[in-house]
């Protein structure tokens, strides 16, 4: 079984790699990343938005609350260069980390950003144009890789039930790419 951010290729087993069957949105430069590598490190930023997505049921989450972790993969033309982990269940501030949004998506908050730096992430079903994915990480656990990235880059989300939703980042959609700061909109 390979890591959260490793693709099992036939012939080579895991690697580093991104995904191929992963969910897309559906209208070119909504989606969107930042990625801010700051002094010092506590301001250190990600927001990670993929909106208009295709259709997604809540059973294509799968059980967050209960069982399925989540992982947070950035990879640009010379492989993984960003991975965060959000765990399945556990207890954040006294509360539930992960809550059920009635049937209709869940919802993770972890305001001490443990163990690597995502605080919220969102993530709501919906017919083509109407499911989304948010996810914001803040602070010094988050482990922000050397910038510039090399483009295309692509961000995906993705969970230990097989699930991904991805973003692809080109120079179409790119604002800024740095040392400092990642900007773009995904030119799906």
Not at 164 to 173: E, F, K, L, R, V
Request: with cysteine; aromatic share 6%; net charge negative.
């Amino acid at each position: 079984m390979c890591n959260a951010c490793e693709t099992c290729v036939p012939g080579s087993g895991c690697e580093e790699l991104p995904r191929n069957d992963c969910f897309t949105s559906t209208e070119p430069l909504r989606s969107k990343i930042l990625i801010k590598d700051a002094t010092p490190d506590a301001i250190d930023k990600v927001i990670w938005k993929w909106i208009k997505g295709e259709a997604v049921t809540t059973a294509d989450f799968g059980d967050p609350p209960g069982t399925d972790d989540y992982a947070f993969c950035v990879y640009d033309a010379n492989g993984l260069r960003m991975s965060a982990s959000i765990p399945a269940g556990g207890t954040c501030g006294g509360k539930p980390c992960w809550k059920d949004l009635n049937g209709k998506g869940f919802k993770y908050v972890n305001s001490a950003g443990t163990p690597e730096g995502v605080q919220k992430l969102l993530l709501k079903a919906g017919d083509t144009g109407l499911s989304k994915a948010i996810l914001k990480g803040k602070g010094e656990n988050l482990l922000i890789p050397t910038l510039p990235f090399v483009l295309d880059v692509r961000a995906e989300l993705r969970s230990s039930n097989g699930m991904c939703w991805s973003t692809i980042h080109t120079a179409t959609g790119t604002s800024r790419n740095d040392d400092e700061q990642f900007k773009s909109k995904d030119g799906n």
